[in-house]
């Protein structure tokens, strides 16, 4: 082993000793690139070396880091974070919830559909899943524990709806994902779409069938009322503004009208008027608002910061190449490959933030996938040679299948015990009675129902190909 994959290793050894310490995540990114760039020098001046690191990387760093400044598809990151908290302070979804909840009176599990349901909304409409777990754990843990529901049923269904913010669209996630590797935004937006509404499905299905079963676990409540156009029209009245908000966002996307940048203004300034209609809209709720969305902003772009200096240290001391040929020499074949790759994202989801791993990891481990022999053309007609009617396709649809399929790795590892990140979101705001063994038998289903959802990702291609190549027709 030479002196290049030695420090390599190091580097990444480093990295994972740091994260323990508790100290803040861009500073030990930068920190450690910093110290691996003097290692890297001194070894090429006392060991006679050529390491490839050397102190030009300086001037290297500061033009990535004005590159990333600059980058206009970037400030769709604050205007999403400013439209999810803002959603989140309209009290939209409060009122969701509770005319959603009499549309499903008569139906055992109703207040569970109705939490699955609105979380759905929530994941399109902010895409934030700390946001998403919080609001439907202050909203609804405490109702159904009132109605008698089974509190690991309960909480569960609030953790495995809250996550779904990470996937589907107009995802944070995947914004950072398509900028990264140098894809279409609306286009993995596209792909994201089913794989999302299919988990969602999947969630109410399971929500239904296992009250059906257990009757005990969700009682109906005493004070249900009479399914009436009355209750309809209630239903309509509290989803409409919010679908509509979304629709304005995705479908200005999705028909070329706007880019995501231009679209996340639009989701913006009409989160700002849906406040402003509930008569939520007012100064204080707009310095919380513009508050949050600093410190969530500024809590991603210094990671973004740091990201960017250790990748660049690392690629130059051959990480890439490194990390290629480790992983190409498995004799696992193309799919045994993808799974070892699926399975480290899934562990690494354990101790990392999704952005720790978007920045760091994703770029490392796309050259793989686009080495692997898998052909995503054998599994839907519509991608022909990488062109459509004539038409050239920039995007490659093997980079965008692989992104989806981290997005649900990366949302089940924030559901699984021990360390999920969206059991603590919960854990914080859980009522009294509720203790941390509940919340990890409630996900243990969501888990099961995730990893479902994976494996049919991954043998159906098509599911996450087929509406991005349409957009081309």
């Known amino acids: 082993m030479d002196i290049q994959s030695i420090l390599v290793i190091m580097m990444f050894l480093t990295f994972i000793g740091l994260l323990f310490t508790g100290y803040p995540i861009p500073f030990v990114l930068a920190g450690v690139a910093a110290l691996f760039t003097l290692i890297g020098y001194l070894s090429d001046i006392y060991l006679d070396t050529w390491t490839g690191v050397d102190f030009m990387f300086v001037g290297m760093v500061v033009n990535r880091i004005y590159k990333l400044m600059d980058n206009w598809v970037l400030v769709a990151v604050p205007m999403f974070i400013f439209m999810g908290l803002m959603l989140d302070k ?3 979804a409060e009122k969701m919830m509770f005319s959603i ?19 759905i909304i929530l994941a399109a409409a902010t895409g934030i899943i700390g946001a998403s777990v919080v609001l439907l754990g202050l909203l609804s843990v405490p109702t159904m524990l009132k109605q008698g529901y089974n509190k690991p049923l309960a909480v569960g269904v609030v953790c495995g709806s809250g996550t779904l913010g990470i996937l589907i669209p107009p995802s944070i996630m995947l914004v950072i994902m398509a900028d990264q590797l140098g894809l279409s935004v609306g286009d993995l937006f596209m792909g994201a779409v089913f794989p999302g509404l299919i988990l969602g499905t999947m969630y109410v299905a399971y929500i239904l ?10 009682p109906l409540p005493e004070d249900r009322k009479e399914l009436n156009f009355k209750v309809v029209l209630n239903v309509l009245k509290s989803i409409l503004p919010t679908a509509g908000l979304i629709i304005a966002v995705l479908g200005s996307i999705f028909m070329g009208i706007t880019t995501p940048t231009e679209a996340s203004g639009v989701g913006a300034l009409g989160a700002t008027v849906l406040a402003a209609i509930n008569k939520k809209f007012n100064f204080k709720t707009l310095k919380e608002v513009m508050h949050g969305t600093f410190n969530v902003t500024g809590y991603i772009f210094g990671i973004f910061i740091g990201a960017t200096c250790f990748a660049l240290v690392l690629r130059g001391l051959g990480g890439d190449e490194l990390i290629m040929s480790a992983l190409t020499g498995l004799p696992l074949g193309p799919y045994g490959v993808m799974a070892v790759l699926l399975g480290s994202v899934f562990i690494l989801g354990f101790f990392l933030d999704w952005i720790e791993i978007t920045l760091i990891m994703l770029p490392l481990l796309a050259p793989v996938v686009a080495g692997l022999d898998i052909s995503i053309t054998e599994h839907s007609w519509i991608w022909v040679n990488g062109n459509i009617g004539g038409t050239l396709l920039v995007d490659s649809p093997d980079l965008i299948w692989f992104c989806v399929l981290v997005a649900v790795s990366l949302q089940t590892s924030f559901l699984t015990p021990p360390v999920g990140f969206a059991i603590f979101y919960l854990r914080g705001v859980a009522p009294e009675g509720i203790e941390l063994m509940h919340i990890y038998k409630g996900v243990v ?14 043998m159906w291609p098509q599911l996450v190909v087929w509406l991005p190549a349409m957009a081309y027709q």
């Open 209 to 218: 069938i296992s009250c059906y079963f257990n009757p005990k676990w969700a």
């Open 445 to 458: 289903p969501f888990i099961i129902l995730q990893l479902i959802g994976l494996f049919m990702i991954a």
């Open 101 to 119: 909840q009499d549309l499903f009176g008569k139906v055992r599990g109703g207040l569970a559909v109705t939490v699955a349901l609105i979380g």
């Open 90 to 92: 309209s009290g939209v």
